[in-house]
């Protein structure tokens, strides 16, 4: 089996992580994870756009958050599992829009 390119594990880590970051209810935002992983926004920004990747120790903080393993976050599909705060499943994954927020629908509602 031929090793993964860089440029390869730092897209899928993107899609996953927002993915992850963007499925949970409730919602968590770029600085809502970076406060809870002890990084910058910018640093989650970076790690969601393909543009670098994380230090060892945040990504197992990332793997320990979301009840995954550090493998499973560069995964080209995220593995079905629950997820542990989040109560997010990945049954089903698509990797399309993400998922409204629900406060618009509520407000669309009346």
Excluded: W
């Excluded at 320990?64 to 997820?83: H, I, R, S, V, Y």
């Amino acid at each position: 089996m031929a090793p993964i390119k860089e440029d390869q594990l730092k897209q899928n880590l993107a899609r996953n992580l927002r993915y992850l970051r963007e499925g949970r209810k409730p919602y968590l935002s770029q600085q809502m994870l970076a406060k809870k992983l002890e990084v910058t926004q910018k640093s989650i920004s970076r790690y969601e756009n393909g543009i670098s990747l994380p230090p060892a120790h945040v990504l197992v903080a990332m793997a320990d958050l979301f009840g995954l393993t550090t493998d499973a976050l560069f995964m080209a599909e995220l593995p079905n599992n629950n997820q542990k705060e989040g109560n997010t499943t990945n049954e089903n994954i698509t990797y399309g829009d993400p998922p409204q927020d629900c406060r618009t629908e509520k407000q669309a509602d009346g």
